[in-house]
């Protein structure tokens, strides 16, 4: 009979995973978090990617899904904590804002945020017209556009350093990490064994696969989830100092314009690891799948679309047409969305659970993902007197 090591080994030390192994041993289980290191060259990196490598993600508590807001609120309630106990600091309070037409069509986007907001008492106030052309100057919002600026408790997170929060805090209650990717899980009566790809082998009583895109790799879990795993292109706008000086009170952006193309995101002036200022914008104007981890792996070691950079290019300029920028230059980054929309958090398996499914906005919500996935794993419920809907697939 196997030894079992630990208690629950979580595969995948992403956003997501690292919270789960924190929550984990808070509760007193003897946890493994396995997963590597961020590659040094993506372009001729062979295994897997994560989610977090990037220097800036939207963090707000407004939603126009009810779920995500309160996902939200939970995990930046705990924002502190993970930065005190992870002793890194990744939260800036910049302040964010949703917008999208108040009447017509693409209406219900901008209603049911500010219905989540007035029910669960998130502050906020609602710019219109003059207002919000007085309010931030170098937006072009055009008219009939309703703004909710979250003026506290908002703005954006440096996923990097959130992840080493949550893993050094992790660490100081006892999960110890393991530097490696997943090959194969193998479930038996006596436990679960991760098998590694460097050839080490770790035992457990459960498993947590919170994996993201590469959940549904093949050898993780029996059954595959259904997830769709699209490619997303990022466009960064390098600044001078004297330009993100001026646009130094910019909160973080979700906007539906009228057009009801795409819903772009846009971040304010962020310095990254290169030392440079950039603002970043997403929103594809087409849904690329990818249906393979080879797909994965291949759009991952890529810049991105070069049309949807220009694509991209186009929508900042009509939003901040004053803007002032040295160059432009992409990325790649994919987003997991699940049937309903809710996260996937369930058993598929007596020792096997999934944690999977940010649904475009796991990163914010990364710290109350983890701790439901950790609930789930030692047996508890998700509560639903404040979360509706299914978690199964």
């Known amino acids: 009979m196997a030894v079992t090591t630990f208690a629950v080994i979580v595969v995948g030390a992403g956003l997501m995973g690292s919270a789960a192994a924190r929550h984990l041993a808070k509760d007193g289980a003897k946890v493994a978090l396995i997963g590597p290191a961020e590659p040094d060259q993506k372009r001729d990196h062979t295994g897997v990617f994560a989610s977090h490598y990037d220097a800036a993600r939207i963090t707000r508590k407004l939603d126009n899904r009810q779920n995500w807001a309160r996902f939200s609120q939970a995990a930046i309630a705990r924002y502190a904590e993970v930065s005190q106990h992870g002793e890194q600091s990744f939260f800036n309070p910049v302040g964010a804002v949703i917008a999208g037409p108040e009447h017509g069509a693409g209406s219900d986007f901008i209603q049911a945020a ?77 436990g679960v064994q991760a098998v590694c790809v460097d050839g080490h082998v770790i035992k457990g009583a459960k498993a947590v696969v919170a994996c993201g895109a590469f959940s549904k790799a093949e050898g993780l879990l029996p059954d595959p989830l259904p997830l769709t795993v699209y490619a997303r292109t990022v466009a960064f706008f390098e600044l001078d100092e004297a330009e993100a000086a001026r646009l130094r009170d910019m909160p973080s952006v979700v906007y539906l314009p009228p057009d009801l193309v795409t819903d772009p995101y846009i971040l304010p002036p962020v310095r990254y690891p290169d030392r440079k200022l950039y603002i970043k914008i997403g929103g594809d104007p087409v849904d690329r799948e990818l249906n393979t981890v080879d797909e994965m792996k291949a759009w991952f070691r890529t810049d991105g679309d070069p049309k949807a950079g220009a694509f991209l290019q186009d929508q900042l300029m009509q939003l901040m047409p004053d803007l002032a920028y040295r160059a432009v230059t992409t990325g790649s980054c994919a987003t997991c969305f699940t049937p309903h929309g809710n996260p996937l958090i369930f058993p598929q398996t007596d020792r096997l659970i999934v944690l999977a499914g940010g649904n475009g906005a796991g990163a914010k919500c990364a710290d109350e993902l983890g701790r439901l996935g950790a609930l789930v794993a030692t047996g508890g419920t998700i509560p639903v007197d404040i979360y509706a809907g299914s978690f199964r697939p």
């Open 114 to 190: 500010q219905r989540n907001a007035q029910e669960d008492g998130i502050a906020h106030t609602a710019l219109r017209e003059t207002a919000l052309r007085d309010r931030f100057p170098y937006f072009a919002f055009p008219d009939g556009i309703l703004a909710l600026h979250e003026a506290d408790d908002a703005g954006w997170i440096d996923p990097r350093a959130y992840v080493r929060a949550e893993i050094a805090a992790a660490e100081k209650l006892g999960v110890t990490v393991y530097r490696a990717e997943v090959a194969q899980l193998n479930e038996g009566a006596d």
